[in-house]
């Protein structure tokens, strides 16, 4: 007779957030908090790692998504059957699709454009996809391995 194995718990946390800096701030914030309450700790690598991509996300939505009255929605989910937590930040202008700038050594980071080669670096996986409920807009994503998510 084996032991029973407990389920493993898919975990979902969807908010919108005005399309400020300080949206994007509290979205990182509340996603930071959710991810620990998920068992990924504060100070943990995997935390930090998600943090910094889900705020890069939140203010790429912010700085190039915007548009006047409408915010962006995030949405984290986890998968614990293959360890990875899932990043989705959702905005309303189509128009603009993300893409890996050309890295420029000259350019100073302070002026911005390095946040998808964060991205692209940090994540396992990332991508685009137009919004789902065929509204305008697009969805970033991300996914991330997150160790011992339970």
């Keep these: 007779m084996t032991a029973a194995q407990p389920p493993l718990t898919v975990h979902r946390f969807t ?11 509290l979205a990182r914030r509340l ?20 943090t910094l991509v889900t705020a890069e996300l939140c203010a790429n939505a912010v700085r190039h998504g915007h548009v006047a009255g409408r ?10 059957p293959t360890g990875t937590v899932r990043i989705e930040v959702t905005d309303t202008r189509g128009e603009r699709l993300p893409r890996l700038p050309a890295p420029a050594p ?3 980071p302070r002026d ?4 998808l080669l964060l991205v692209e670096a ?4 990332w991508g685009w996809t137009p919004r789902a409920d065929g509204g305008p807009g697009k969805t970033v994503w991300a ?7 339970t």
């Design 15 to 25: 908010m919108r957030f005005s399309s400020t800096p300080r949206g994007a701030r």
């Design 31 to 50: 996603c930071g908090t959710r991810l620990d309450a998920w068992g990924i700790p504060y100070g943990s690598d995997a935390h930090d790692t998600l």
């Design 71 to 80: 915010d962006f929605r995030v949405c984290l989910t986890t998968a614990p």
């Design 106 to 108: 000259e350019a100073d």
């Design 112 to 115: 911005g454009g390095r946040g």
């Design 122 to 125: 940090l994540a396992d996986r």
């Design 143 to 149: 996914e991330l391995a997150a160790p011992h998510l």
